[in-house]
């Protein structure tokens, strides 16, 4: 495996991990919180919100590198059992493009996003404080980020016929 698939992957690797504790936190707090109300009759403040703002974002957008990277999105292949291996390959390499420029489109528009929040300062009121918000509006352009990465270099590998070479797919 080259170096860049092995950065790719590791990547990929990293921000899997942390989604997924990501939901091992949020099934904690969401545990404490129902545990709290039922025990105590008061639940903890603001779970609502940090869970859908917070826990929500970072499990939905940073795993999609990962995701990519093991074939893991839908794909429909009927029309693909019908083509030879050199007209799949293309084909291939097309899709992994196209993957490649929506995921940079929606990197770039997220980004514009998450710059302007930061610059207002995008918050949530809770019991009458401020719940900062703007910080996981920068977690979409990092997954979808690190996505086109990942499905730029699956169309080089899959043109030079190096794809899944010694990594273990």
């Not at 859908?52 to 029309?79: D, Q």
Request: glycine share 8%.
């Amino acid at each position: 495996m080259s170096a860049l698939a092995r950065l790719a992957e590791r990547m990929a690797q990293t921000l899997a991990l942390v989604g997924a504790v990501g939901v091992l936190l949020m099934m904690v707090h969401v545990g404490i919180d129902v545990a709290a109300r039922n025990i105590v009759g008061r639940p903890l403040p603001a779970t609502n919100e940090i869970v859908s703002r917070y826990y929500m974002v970072l499990i939905a957008f940073l795993p999609l590198a990962w995701v990519e990277r093991r074939r893991g999105m839908v794909s429909v292949e009927v029309v693909d059992a019908m083509l030879g291996p050199r007209i799949t390959r293309v084909s291939d390499v097309i899709v992994a493009l196209l993957a490649c420029a929506i995921y940079a489109v929606m990197t770039y528009t997220t980004w514009e996003t998450a710059l302007s929040n930061w610059g207002s300062g995008s918050s949530v009121i809770v019991l009458n404080m401020l719940l900062p918000v703007w910080p996981t509006y920068f977690l979409p352009p990092a997954g979808f980020a690190l996505a086109a990465l990942v499905t730029a270099f699956r169309a080089v590998e899959v043109a030079a016929g190096t794809e899944g070479k010694g990594d273990g797919t």
